[in-house]
């Protein structure tokens, strides 16, 4: 479900009360870790966090510097997670925790799938996006593109 909206007001409103109410959470947890400097806007047709350009412009495919993001599709809910994709630590812990709470994983490269709410181990979630402020992030871009 790509999505036009403008906010992320918008865009709760567009998906429905049900649907919001398992968002509404996560950015909430968001807000509460994710350090100062991303910028929490619309993108992609999802509610993103990412470096805004007047911080760093230069990406290789010209869009900002993505950090994580939140959707909700036709049949589950999709947190985005830029370091679990790009650090297998961040990957490894958040397989890890799932393993340990018998919670079940459904994980791509650096999305989490999940049809409710009590389906997202939360803690994990704000730990992988607390790991990186702004200036940490746009360093581990820079390395991993040697």
Request: proline letters at 5%; glycine letters at 6%.
């Amino acid at each position: 479900m790509k999505s036009a909206a403008k906010t992320v007001n918008d865009y709760l409103k567009e998906i429905g009360p049900e649907k919001a109410a398992v968002l509404s959470p996560l950015i909430d947890d968001i807000r509460s870790v994710i350090h100062p400097g991303f910028e929490e806007c619309m993108n992609w047709g999802m509610i993103s966090y990412q470096v805004p350009f007047t911080l760093f412009p230069d990406t290789y495919n010209h869009q900002p510097l993505l950090y994580c993001a939140l959707a909700a599709q036709k049949r589950h809910f999709s947190i985005y997670l830029m370091p679990a994709y790009s650090e297998s630590s961040a990957c490894n812990r958040i397989i890890e925790r799932y393993n340990a709470i018998g919670l079940k994983l459904d994980m791509g490269k650096c999305c989490l799938r999940f049809k409710e709410l009590k389906g997202v181990d939360r803690g994990i979630v704000k730990e992988v996006i607390a790991s990186y402020d702004v200036e940490g992030w746009i360093r581990h871009y820079h390395d991993c593109r040697g």
